[in-house]
């Protein structure tokens, strides 16, 4: 079964990890839908930042959500010290909820490594839409944290297959983000890059998933 880590999207094929906001209403899942939820940086001089993380940790006490996020820093909006502290709350709902969290970092992956380090989070963290170099991808595995690739990173398919073919797959995920591509072609791709079978490549992937989920849900 396809496993796509990061959707907004409630059509997605597989398992798949739907992002919502804080303010959203709880959508009706499928059997093979979990929740992740967090406050966007982009979102940050638009909301009541309190009221945003009430219902944040409300969400997290019912077990409505098992990853949170997305959440994170970008480079490219201002204000990074805000994005920094609010990042950092998450960080601390993550480790007290014993939840994986789910990063947006753009130009930020040093930050998030340096961050990772100083806080000594134990909760496994997944950047999503990665799309960096196979050093940034190394040591960002080296601090155990997940990479979760998307329509963005095969359009290189030369950077692709050069970053699939020397990492740690064990640390590798596949989403769709908020496009309209299915994660079944990213699967496709990404089987052609190792030139391994989709069976194989969704039994390695499940297996990833399996590790972040430590609640034991599998849909």
Sequence with gaps: MFVNAHTHHLNSEGISVVNIYPSDQVPILSEHQILSCGIHPWHIKDIDMEEAFDQLKHLCEKGLIKIIGECG??????????????????????????LPL????????????????????????????????????????????????????????????????????????????????????????????????????????MLNFKRILRDGWIG
């Design 73 to 98: 820093l970008d480079k490219y909006i201002e204000d990074i010290p805000r994005q920094e502290i609010v990042f950092r709350q998450h960080i601390v709902l993550s480790e007290q909820y014993e």
């Design 102 to 205: 789910i990063i947006h970092s753009v130009k930020s992956h040093h930050l998030i490594l340096n961050i990772r380090k100083e806080t000594k989070a134990q909760q496994p963290w997944i950047i999503h839409g990665f799309n960096g170099s196979l050093e940034m991808a190394e040591q960002l595995i080296k601090q155990n944290i997940f990479l979760s690739l998307g329509p963005n990173f095969f359009r290189n398919t030369e950077k692709a297959s050069r970053l699939l073919n020397r990492i740690d797959l064990s640390f590798v995920l596949f989403e769709t983000d908020d496009t309209d591509e299915e994660i079944k072609d990213i699967y496709s791709k990404a089987k052609d890059v190792l030139r391994i079978s989709t069976e194989e490549l969704e039994i390695k992937i």
